[in-house]
């Protein structure tokens, strides 16, 4: 396990290196001038040129990669034009807020996924696997953004169950129960198209692990039907779920970048959106590889719980 480990982290650090080369390019194609963007369009040439220079702006793009990359290793992503703070303090305070939705969204999708999948898989060809079928195909059909716009106007506007929008009241707020208040919209319109995806995969696992011989064979012996789902047909069935998880972990993380518009929540969805708005590019590349990075921890959690659940498996 060890050993397992210590490669899988090995191979993360290359990833995450060509990551930032990805995060940097693609911020350096956006069109437009950052210091205009910044100075307005009034400010004069040598105040532009003033600017570019203080940020690095007119050196060649590698020079300009090494010394972000450089900054980065030394735990510094700049600073941010517009709100004049260190972009690490703003993403990780906005990362927070998200990792509380991104969190209940999986916690939620992964429950309601996996409940859905057995009972689909066991209850075959019956009402309860057709209608569960019918309730995956429309959840993984449905963009969820415009669920949240649904769910907004019927639960929010309509019946006044649920705040619209924002993690915490505007007045009075802050406690537990009021950000659990505000986050069970933005988190079911978030897990829905993931809860889908494994409740689909779920099902399939669990299908073909109870045709296997020991799961006839554990029946044969007299064992009860709940046993042998959970105890046997299900622990193998988990293998190979773990994964799909993982990747759905980031997916979560991933979609929260318009659920946080939607629903206005403080996360880092929100701010990177209000970054590109205003040109922003330091925030912008910093938000965007703490998510890229976030996304690719979380699947190397999932690798080496796999790992951990069947050593067999070898990456």
Sequence with gaps: MIRYTLRRLLMTFPVLLGLSVIVFLIMSLIPGDPAQAILGSYATPENLEQLRADLGLNLPLPQQYLVWLGNILQGDLGRSYTLNRPVLDEVLERFSATLILAGTS???????????????????????????????????????????MLMIMYFSVGLRWFPASGMTAAYGGGGILDVLHHLVLPAIALAVVAAGVIARLTRSNMLEVLRQDYIRTARAKGLGEHRVVLRHAF??????????????????????????????????GRMLVNAISTRDLLLVQGGVLVVAAAYVLFNLMADLFQHWLDPRIQA
């Design 235 to 268: 622990k193998v069935a988990l293998v190979n779920l773990i994964p799909v998880i993982g990747v759905q972990a980031g997916f979560v993380i991933g979609g929260a970048v318009y659920i946080e518009t939607v629903f206005q929540w403080p996360g880092i």
């Design 106 to 148: 999986l916690v939620l999708c992964t429950i309601v996924g996996v409940t859905a999948g057995i009972v689909s898989a066991i209850r075959q060809y019956g009402w309860g696997d057709r209608i569960i079928t019918l309730l995956v195909l429309v959840g993984i059909s449905v963009p969820a953004f415009w669920l949240g």
